[in-house]
């Protein structure tokens, strides 16, 4: 086992990102996420890489759709609102067919907010906030540890399906420190240049042109088509999901994120009352874990979603039962975190007799 290093999870981000292999960075500042692009500015000079800080979100997501383009690993991060400003130019990216790697440490919403932990971008993430029919693939961790782990799998997975992979976390995973181990460092130097990539034309006959334009509506149809069947692939081969304590669970909490870490102390303190409740955490949200909370619907009574949100993952986890099951729902917005406590006695308040 490697050294364990004591971080901040913006900066636990941002070195994970140059562990493996982003060769430039694109952002600009905005709470909760400062801490990442101020890592990568005193970093990414020192072991020889580009860091830039743009006029703007919007200029930024543009360098990265730029440098993207070249084949090369590039990462940008952001909160809420400079999320919303980049989306144009993930829509952009994603019928581009380029890969890379997106952070979104989440604030609360809707508009300015506050600087404090929330889960409101979650249709945004995962719906295509852009323009047209798209997705990002959307990884979702719950500890420090997890987000250094899917930073490098983000990477891969951007690189084989040549698609933008969407980190969230909130504000409290981004602001909290954890220890957390680097467990492995790409070596740049074997990196070879794609095919696609826009390096030149070289020996080739003729030249690459990447473009998200086709004015003829087959030409655009056939570009949709392509990006359906790839998204199809995505979800039958890539969909990621922690099943907690659900051996024997007859009730099952759905949660993601901090709200997952704090679900599983709920779920110990409610067996330590005799009610058998399990963890269906999504870690990727999109593709979503649909089949393994179907798998479910006869195994438990009822689904208990909870989010700091309004309700929004609670969708895809009700069209994944199709009503086989009751589903209730526990939020708090505005960058309020519920406690583990407080969690249980609203779950609690929907037994209805079913536990004795």
Known sequence: MGEKILMKGAEAIAEAAIKAGAMAFFGYPITPQNETPEYFSRRMPEVGRIFLQAESEVAAINMIYGAACTGTRVFASSSSPGISLMQEGFSYIANSNV????ANVMRGGPGLGDIAPAQGDYFQATKGGGHGDYHTIVIAPHTLQEEVDLVLKAFDLAEKYRIMVVLIVDGLLGQMMEPVEFKETVDV????VPEWATVGQGDREDRIIITSLDLAPEGLEKMNLHLQEKYRKIEEQEVMV????????EYAITAFGTMARISKTTIELARSEGIKVGLIRPITVWPFPSKTIENRANQV??????ELNAGQMIEDVKLALNGARPVYFYGKMGGIVPSAEEVLEEFKKHLGGQHE
Request: aromatic share 22%; with cysteine; proline share 5%.
């Open 189 to 192: 130097t074997k990196f070879k």
């Open 242 to 249: 922690e099943e907690y304590r659900m051996d024997d669970a």
């Open 99 to 102: 890969p890379c790697v997106v």
């Open 301 to 306: 009574k009822f689904f208990f979603d909870t």
